[in-house]
DNA sequence: TATGAATGAGCATTCATTCAT
DNA sequence: TATGAATGAATGCTCATTCAT
């Protein structure tokens, strides 16, 4: 009862399906309403996903914010970036995915505004690379295509974490956070101690409880590949 | 005139609007076809998709079996892999993109089947990972994730790279397969000249000409990004 | 507050857009109530219609009836006829379209009753036409033809008369009784005194106080034909 | 089997029940076609209402430039056109009817475009009346009140003229050529003979065979009217 | 009185697909 | 090969109405 129910439901079905695939009746189906219910909490079908969206990419560009605030190492603030944007991603792995798929399904003002947002936090990035090239204390022979690298790498992250896999979400933080520093040449990583408090890893409003099977990209091959972990 | 025109059709709008959104209608106003006779070169919207999906998986593995076969060092599969998997995504962006997103648009019988061409291409790396941390020569604290990490940041490149952009197939490959090797701590790299001869970078029958502008991950973002490149 | 003003919007709307196209929302938002809450005051939408309409025609029927009970001229019943129903639409335009064009509107068993009011009406100037041909007083090559064109002539006033514009209603009246005079070849027009006490023209109580704009029939048209009135 | 039998459907079914009110399905049940199907025919619901209104529109004015280019006496023109006008209302009264009715349930770019077509011819009429009032040939206390009069009086007939009744499309425009002569103070009334050819009767290929049974306005009332006839 | 939530039925329109020509 | 015509099912969305609060 409510319009968070509906967007759980929502990006459940988007992640699973994607939007253009997934029907009104199902999502009123999922929250146990009838279609013409679900228009009671939504706008349009349209407005729920430019919602979700933007509630996604208001979070990861307020966490990017906050990562880039913490002292003036650009080394910091290139662990702090992939630690929050990681922490986002994992915590809300379904959201993330639409968000990062269904860029497409939005008509052309829309669009606009959410890339708006998406751009604003990836220049948070570049100019950390670029400061941080630039002092010297980051290595890359090409920032511009190391950035993309290790913004896929990220984004990644949703379409293969699962919440009851084995590794927590602070692992997979961590891991990243040195995975990111040996693609930019950070040589003596930094200690934990030193990435400052850790970010608040927000869980989303619209992240549902059981984020669908991911048919994606998935740990899911070989057995041989999951013994490893 | 012929299936590979109507392919290079439906995966440039697939790749543009998603294979949900894309009407068989638009993908024959595109060809300059009425939609019944595109049956006559298409079984159904479906069997195009998985066509496409099946042409590119099959010359990604081909690929990545070439990649292992050249000597016996990991390092330098590892690298090779890195190499044939860009170039193809690099030469092929739409569809290597079309490949990856929509996966989920199959029903079950055809999922599986491509899913078990993706899944044995991406057992090749795992495998070279595994044996090269064994052998002492990759070095990755978490293998798996370092693989998953690489395997999608290999993929993000369908998502920016762009033919008439900055950086020729080539240049993006080099600096893959440098990021891989830091990514696996490969301390020295191995020399160009050692990984063998070059991939032969194989353009599909069904990638289009002019692969459709990309608002998914783009280059695109602040202007100071795209002068650096 | 009331359902007065219930009807007042019902009115205007339908009189706008038509019966059919106006929804219960609109009618609600028009008085700033709650659709639900509309159902306090109106049994339903079809109720609400056939009350507007029975109150127009009970008092264009009262008014027929009064106009015929002065004297027993038929040139003045005539005269009197037109005058009232003149009056009447003019008065309240929105209500008389609305009363005129949604018959189709109704249901079987409703759409009888309504119609029976009409046909009441319509058979007073029946029958003042019958009387006046028989007394030679009346002059009509086609009774019906007559009758029916000088009723469609008076409804008519409801499709462009605008009480804001430079017509007062009595003198409509006046040059609608001439025009009808002379339709029915009535030589010697009565002089105004003799046509007995002027019928009250009465504002009904669902008559909105703006009435919409006309699109359907307009004094609209030519800037010039505007000007001469 | 073509879109004209499909207009003739939509027009017997919008002139009984309304553009509002009807559905597309069953415009498609009275042509035996699946509502799919009609979409071959017609772009959309408006545009087949467009497309009605225009035929109709584009034929009353052809019909009115033709009157009044016979000649140059005022009384002949008044006639002429009045001839015209019940000559094509009454040969098609469905289509007359929803031309006069619907243009409420267009949107405000096509209604916009079609009220010219009215406006032009309604200017044709308003031309003569001034002319001839400015002659001395017409006598009209308020040109502008009688040339509306006329007006609501001819279009009228699409409102109970049936062609299966009494009286033959001529007889009628002969007893309105009358009528509006009267309403018009033309003395002696100009002979047939001197009103030139007649016009060419159209009968529109939208106009359906059998009009739908008129429930507005009706001959239908009272038996005794109907004797009459 | 007033309303938010709910619903079954219906809306115009588009879908992928078939088939006779 | 090519197409116009056809269709059942589904699309997102709105409808008038009910009812518990």
Redesign the interface.
């Known amino acids: 009862m409510g319009a968070d129910e509906v967007q759980r439901a929502a990006v459940r079905l988007f992640a ?6 997934t029907g009104i009746r199902e999502i009123g189906r999922e929250v146990g309403l009838n279609p013409a219910t679900l228009y009671h909490y939504v706008g349009s079908k349209q407005e729920l996903l430019v919602t979700i969206m933007r509630t996604c990419l208001d979070q990861l560009l307020l966490a990017g914010i906050e990562a880039v605030e913490f002292g003036d190492d650009p080394r910091v603030h290139l662990a702090r970036l992939v630690r929050a944007h990681v922490g986002l991603s994992a915590t809300n792995p379904a959201t993330a995915r639409v968000t ?2 269904e ?3 939005l008509d052309t003002g829309e ?1 606009e505004q959410v ?1 708006e947002l ?2 604003r936090y ?2 948070l990035l ?1 100019d950390v690379v ?1 400061k941080g090239a630039r002092a010297g204390v980051l290595h890359a ?13 990220c ?3 949703a ?2 974490y699962r919440p009851d896999g084995r ?1 927590t979400v602070r692992q ?1 933080q961590q ?2 956070v ?2 990111g520093c ?2 930019l ?1 950070v040589g003596d990583l930094p200690r934990a101690a030193d990435l400052g408090p850790p970010p608040r890893v927000v869980r989303l409003a619209c992240e549902p409880d059981h984020p669908p099977a991911v ?3 998935a ?1 899911r ?2 057995p ?2 999951q013994e ?2």
Chains 1, 2, 3, 4 share one sequence.
């Open positions: 699973r399906r994607g939007y253009a695939a990062d798929q860029l497409r399904a669009q890339l998406r751009d990836e220049a570049a670029r022979r090409d920032p511009v295509v190391t950035r993309l690298a290790l913004l896929e790498m984004n990644g992250v379409h293969w590794l997979v891991r990243f040195e995975l040996r693609l040449g048919t994606t990209r740990v091959p070989t041989k590949a490893v972990t």
